[in-house]
């Protein structure tokens, strides 16, 4: 069996059972500083922030703005302006980051995947050649480095 290793993520493995109740999502969406929060764009439904526990720099995270767990939750304008954010998102990481490839996509439910099950959100991880497959970075492979408020301003200077 391969072992996965993505040190970086320790934080968030080692947090999950100690956070504060509420939605951690729906925090983001609070009064502060945009910036120590990572949320790079506000919509008037939709929002994009960067992950703080990221695969790979640049790892971004389009939500709703209101606390749903399922597509079928929500309505029409915000379906629209979710998608339409999400397009500009893999416009953004694409014009800062300059990436081989993309991954979108999205973990309906504890047992696909999803580490926060009632708060929508599609996940952008900017990909390149050679350096892992979907799955967390694993042992043997080059991790592409990058400081997350360097990240934040490249892709932030996209959603002015």
Not at 43 to 51: I, L, Q, Y
Not at 85 to 100: C, D, G, N, T, Y
Not at 105 to 119: E, Q, R, T, V
Request: glycine share 8%.
């Amino acid at each position: 069996m391969d072992r996965l290793y993505a040190p970086w993520r320790s934080e968030y493995l080692t947090s999950t059972h100690e956070k504060a109740q509420g939605c951690v999502f729906c925090s983001i969406d609070e009064a502060g500083d945009d910036r120590v929060r990572l949320l790079l764009h506000r919509g008037a439904r939709a929002m994009v922030v960067m992950n703080r526990y990221p695969y790979n720099a640049g790892h971004l995270l389009v939500m709703p703005r209101a606390h749903l767990g399922r597509l079928d939750q929500l309505d029409a304008a915000s379906f629209g302006e979710l998608h339409a954010l999400l397009v500009r998102a893999i416009q953004a990481v694409e014009q800062a980051l300059e990436p081989h490839g993309i991954n979108v996509g999205m973990n309906l439910g504890h047992a696909a995947g999803a580490g926060i099950p009632d708060h929508l959100h599609y996940h952008v991880v900017p990909r390149w050649t050679g350096d892992t497959n979907f799955m967390p970075v694993t042992g043997e492979t080059k991790v592409i480095s990058q400081d997350l408020l360097a990240t934040y301003d490249l892709l932030k200077a996209q959603f002015v």
